[in-house]
């Protein structure tokens, strides 16, 4: 039979009005189709957990003419607070989200700041470009932001400090160390599964097309010196400036954040330009001088301002501040997307980020969506900034990998404008070279997506290498900060040091273990599309011990961890808990 709810018109024309019975029965329906819905969105998701099947509201409820004047004020009282009230909290948890951001760069600052403009400042360990690349990551990993990295390294070269030859792998370096802030962001998604791994593909997709195009490019750089070259036949020979600020999302969260903290970004560079010995009592924490003699009032009102803690103490303190402001901002973000985004809004919203332009000009979607992601990066002065706002919405399921790709791609050429702009504050003959070093920064992200973009068979490279990812920290969510710390800090620390010690040191140690991994990729490949071409011991990897073709053994060791530890944390609550009412009996007795 037909629903009578289906048929308003009908029914209202003949008189009719529902008994309590058939509204009862109308609700058990509804149920049973939500019901029915999410059981289909389970078995979609376990098809493909990419394609994320967004949950569905039942359109069928009760018609607005049965509704008594109770009913009605409950159903326009639960759409203003869906399409009013919860937009509203939206951008105000986003608002805090991206201060938080900022207070999380403040924090890695203060504690590792002038530590980054020391190891800037040592020109000699540079002359190694494969040192250079990993200074540019471990620095950018401590400042939290490759256009304050750049900006640095800008400087140095408008100081004389650094050769454009050398700053280059240092910029390539600070591209990559830029994706770990939309990588912590992913883990505030772990609690569901499918989630994490969309929400850890869609971040790591950005490493992987940083850390493919440095593989390309920077030995075609240290062979034939592609980029120096293109870049100084672009500039002309003589140039004039004028220093340019621009601040645009800055403006509006600036007015808080200076409540909270303020760090002085041109300590650190007064540290990589003129060196440690020569900057006395450096301080990246903007503090009044509360010394004896002086009289001037304090320009600072924030709440470090008169503290006489270090900057490593402060920059503990709001360590610990942003990333709980961060983590309980995203889980509100997420909560509140998950609520709104429902029904027809949903697949609307899904449809229109993830539409392709119709007939032979779909390939042109991807191309627009490079653009806004590079305009609106621009607008928040940071890539960071931006992927880490959009990270969750893959987690959700409203933007996909695919689309997710070139937003990314977009966010790196964004990001370039701040280095550009840090090179017009150069005068004289040392403007010339500082533009250079921020166009390499820029001809760099356009020569990687040439590489990886326009061939769809070289675009499913970095995707398919992050759905991998997400697939493993969705399976092992361990492994998540296993490749945070093996990828962003073991890795370049190692490599760093190697290259510290001597170049033939590293070339020894490397290059049979990258020799070694080339191979294992090939005979992957060659497993998955051609197994035919391989002997019959190379088909699989079982011929090898368990630990070195699995993380299961890993996962039992960590799991078992866990389950001491939490065995441990148990039986002490029970210990306290016990001892807490024998104490509270003893207090009685006495009374």
């Known amino acids: 039979m037909e629903d009578r709810h289906s048929n308003d018109i009908e029914l209202d024309n003949v008189g009719y009005v529902p008994n309590e019975d058939e509204l009862v029965n109308s609700e058990k329906k509804e149920s049973n189709v939500n019901t029915k819905q999410n059981v289909n969105k389970d078995k979609d998701e376990e098809a493909d957990p990419w394609l994320a099947v967004l949950p569905e509201i039942d359109d069928n409820q009760e018609p607005w003419k049965y509704l008594d004047c109770m009913g009605r004020m409950k159903r326009v009282a639960s759409y203003l607070w869906l399409y009013v009230c919860l937009p509203i909290l939206f951008i105000g948890f986003l608002y805090l989200f991206i201060c938080s951001l900022d207070f999380l ?89 499918n989630e994490f791994r969309r929400a850890f593909g869609g971040a790591t997709v950005h490493d992987m097309f940083n850390w493919l195009t440095v593989a390309i490019l920077l030995p075609i750089e240290w062979a034939f010196g592609y980029l120096y070259k293109l870049s100084e036949a672009i500039l002309p020979e003589k140039l004039d400036s004028k220093e340019i600020e621009i601040e645009l999302l800055k403006v509006l969260t600036k007015p808080f954040t200076k409540l909270i903290i303020e760090v002085d970004k041109k300590a650190i560079t007064a540290v990589a330009t003129k060196g440690e010995d020569e900057v006395i009592d450096v301080r990246v924490l903007k503090v009044c001088d509360d010394g004896p003699y002086n009289v001037t009032p304090c320009e600072y009102e924030h709440l470090f301002a008169n503290t006489s803690l270090t900057d490593s103490q402060a920059g503990v303190i709001m360590l610990f501040v942003s990333l709980f402001l961060l983590c309980f901002c995203l889980f509100v973000i997420i909560k509140i997307l998950h609520t709104v985004l429902r029904g027809k809004i949903a697949h609307f919203i899904k449809k229109f980020i993830n539409a392709d332009f119709p007939g032979k000009l779909s390939f042109l979607a991807g191309y627009l969506a490079i653009l806004v992601g590079a305009g609106l990066t621009f607008l928040v002065q940071s890539s960071s900034i931006f992927t880490s706002a959009i990270t969750p919405l893959v987690g959700v399921g409203v933007i996909t990998l695919d689309r997710m790709y070139p937003l990314t791609l977009g966010a790196n050429i964004g990001t370039t404008a701040t280095a550009m702009i840090a090179s017009l504050a150069a005068s004289g003959s040392k403007l010339k070279p500082s533009i250079q070093v921020a166009l390499c920064h820029l001809i760099f992200n356009i020569t990687g ?66 020799i070694l991994f080339l191979l294992i990729v090939l005979v992957n490949i060659l497993q998955n599309k051609r197994p035919g071409w391989l002997p019959v011991i190379l088909r699989d990897w079982e011929f090898l011990p368990q630990w070195l073709h699995s993380l299961k053994p890993l996962d039992r060791i960590i799991t078992k961890l866990l389950e001491i530890v939490c065995i441990c944390c148990y039986k002490r609550d029970v210990e306290e808990r016990v001892g807490g009412e024998n104490s509270l009996k003893s207090s009685f007795v006495s009374v």
Do not use: C, H
């Open 105 to 193: 760069s403040s924090a890695f600052r203060l504690l590792g700041g002038e530590a980054a403009g020391e190891v800037i400042s040592e020109s000699d360990i540079l002359s190694n470009p494969v040192s250079g690349v990993m200074i540019g990551v471990l620095v950018t990993v401590l400042v939290q932001s490759s256009s304050t990295s750049t900006s640095i390294v800008v400087s140095m070269v408008g100081a004389g400090i650094l050769e454009v030859k050398i700053a280059i792998p240092i910029i390539m370096g600070a591209n990559i160390g830029t994706s770990v802030t939309n990588t912590i962001v992913a883990l505030g998604q772990s609690g569901d599964r």
């Open 449 to 514: 997506i040439i590489i990886w973009y326009p061939i769809p068979f070289m675009r499913q490279v970095p995707i398919s290498l992050a759905k991998s990812l997400g697939n493993t920290t969705a399976k092992y969510r361990w492994f998540a900060l296993l490749y945070l710390i093996l990828v962003f800090f073991l890795l370049p620390g190692i490599v760093f040091s190697l290259s510290l010690w001597s170049i033939w040191a590293l070339v020894g140690f490397g290059l049979p273990i990258l």
